[in-house]
T-cell receptor, first 112, second 115 residues
Framework: QKEVEQNSGPLSVPEGAIASLNCTYSDRGSQSFFWYRQYSGKSPELIMFIYSNGDKEDGRFTAQLNKASQYVSLLIRDSQPSDSATYLC????????????FGAGTRLAVHP | GAVVSQHPSRVICKSGTSVKIECRSL??????MFWYRQFPKQSLMLMAT?????????EQGVEKDKFLINHASLTLSTLTVTSAHPEDSSFYIC???????????FGPGTRLLVL
């Protein structure tokens, strides 16, 4: 059973701080990793994806991937109250159709 | 950016009726679309993978005769919940993958309430 694990939270950070969200996965053959943000009652929206080991930055967001440790993280710099949402880690399953396996999500609360 | 629409956004129906949900990719062609279900405070659960012109692939535990999927064109997939019951009440979300890419883009979801 291929799994994606995330701490459910809530992760509470003050406004302006760095929020660090973590994710581990079990399928060593996975090559593509995605972070989605989901506001309550809404569908997920893509934040960013990462394929290679190391860091990938996009604005206030940085994704980090370590395939040897089967670990992917998302850093949010200068956190804002509008960042308060559930963050879903998704891993593309090796094999056909490019299925994604989602973690349960980490709820982030940014307080003023 | 890639836009995926779903219709209807919300539906209330009586137990025993069937409900059809449409998923459209508006500005790209999607060979593959995915159907998810999400219960309150739970994560997304993949129900099935829909491929244009072929039969859908269902995840373990999902009844293919209850959740009928049709992917008739590169921009449209439909999910029909047949003989809906209150336990089918959920948030149904589709996603579409652009033919040459890996990334999935989600539709806004359909909230189904079966009375």
């Amino acid at each position: 059973q291929k799994e994606v694990e995330q701490n459910s939270g809530p992760l509470s950070v003050p406004e302006g701080a760095i929020a660090s969200l973590n994710c581990t996965y079990s399928d060593r053959g996975s090559q593509s990793f995605f972070w989605y943000r989901q506001y309550s009652g809404k569908s997920p929206e893509l934040i960013m994806f990462i394929y290679s080991n190391g860091d990938k930055e996009d604005g206030r967001f940085t994704a980090q991937l370590n395939k040897a440790s089967q670990y992917v993280s998302l850093l949010i710099r200068d956190s804002q109250p509008s960042d308060s949402a559930t963050y879903l880690c998704a891993v593309r399953v090796s094999g056909g159709y490019n299925k994604l396996i989602f973690g349960a999500g980490t709820r982030l609360a940014v307080h003023p | 950016g890639a836009v995926v629409s779903q219709h209807p956004s919300r539906v209330i129906c009586k137990s025993g009726t069937s409900v059809k949900i449409e998923c459209r990719s508006l500005d790209f062609q999607a060979t593959t679309m995915f159907w998810y279900r999400q219960f309150p405070k739970q994560s997304l659960m993949l129900m099935a993978t829909s491929n244009e012109g072929s039969k859908a692939t269902y995840e373990q535990g999902v009844e293919k005769d209850k959740f009928l999927i049709n992917h008739a064109s590169l921009t449209l997939s439909t999910l029909t919940v047949t003989s809906a019951h209150p336990e089918d009440s959920s948030f149904y979300i589709c996603s579409a993958r652009e033919t040459s890419l890996v990334t999935q883009y989600f539709g806004p979801g359909t909230r189904l309430l079966v009375l």
